[in-house]
Nanobody, 116 residues
Framework: QVQLVESGGGLVQPGGSLILSCAASGNIASIYGMGWHRQAPGNQRDFLGTITTVGDTMYADSVKGRITISIDNRKNTVYLQMNSLTPEDTADYYC??????????WGKGTLVTVAS
């Protein structure tokens, strides 16, 4: 099992930036990649991007150019940086981890609200 805990959510002003962190614990050795999704109220959960443990990234076209996902393998932590935020970025942001065994794990989410 892998446990994921997100942090860094809160209120952000339009045009601002956010940095979210996700710390993984448990069977870390089984993880091949981590990433982020988000879910706005009333919407489905949307993919934002992933990063492998060797640093290969993939981003959703909808946010490409505005986000950077990075990983610190020493800290078992993945980060999401997003710039130029608008109210449409308001959502619960979820950390994801993929296991080499095919299992997927999710954090409980952290709320980001973009408002002035």
């Amino acid at each position: 099992q892998v446990q994921l805990v997100e942090s860094g959510g809160g209120l952000v002003q339009p045009g601002g930036s956010l940095i979210l962190s996700c710390a993984a614990s448990g069977n870390i050795a089984s993880i091949y990649g981590m990433g982020w999704h988000r879910q706005a109220p009333g919407n489905q959960r949307d993919f934002l991007g992933t990063i492998t443990t060797v640093g290969d990234t993939m981003y959703a076209d909808s946010v490409k150019g505005r986000i950077t996902i990075s990983i610190d393998n020493r800290k078992n932590t993945v980060y999401l940086q997003m710039n130029s935020l608008t109210p449409e970025d308001t959502a619960d942001y979820y950390c994801w981890a993929g296991s080499k065994t095919g299992s997927e794990f999710w954090g409980k989410g952290t709320l980001v609200t973009v408002a002035s």
